[in-house]
């Protein structure tokens, strides 16, 4: 359903700042939940954060320990995510997703978990290093 492209990464020294945009085109945005992934070679797919419909509830991985919040504006059809106080362990492929269910809130998921989506957009890379 529809399209997800995210923009936003690059290259930041550690303890550096980034805002990811995810725009969304071809659905009804405010009909869903979405969410951040992020892709690493040594970890996988890692669960980053995700915010319901409304973007008054959000749930985030334990690792991010208040350095990113994630919002979004549905008038404009984009989702954000603000990561503050970046470390070289959060260099990864981010990723926007959504399972495609307006019925789905968000929810909290344990580190150990991956959570599936039905829909992503094709990344942004974010390079932390000095």
């Known amino acids: 359903q529809g399209r997800l492209v995210e923009s936003g990464g690059g290259l930041v020294q550690p303890g550096g700042s980034l805002r990811l945009s995810c725009a969304a085109s071809?659905?009804?945005?405010?009909?869903?939940?979405m969410s951040w992934v992020r892709q690493t070679p040594g970890k996988g797919l890692e669960w980053v954060s995700e915010?319901?419909?409304?973007?008054?509830?959000?749930y985030y991985a334990d690792f991010t320990k208040g350095r990113f919040t994630i919002d979004r504006d549905n008038a404009k059809n984009t989702l954000y995510l603000q990561m503050n106080n970046l470390k070289p362990d959060d260099t990864a492929v981010y990723y926007c997703a959504h399972k495609g269910s307006t019925s789905y809130r968000g929810e909290y998921y344990h580190s150990n978990e991956v959570p599936s989506y039905d829909y992503y957009g094709q990344g942004t890379q974010v390079i932390v290093s000095s």
């Open positions: 071809g659905f009804t945005f405010s009909d869903y939940a």
């Open positions: 915010i319901n419909k409304g973007g008054d509830t959000s």
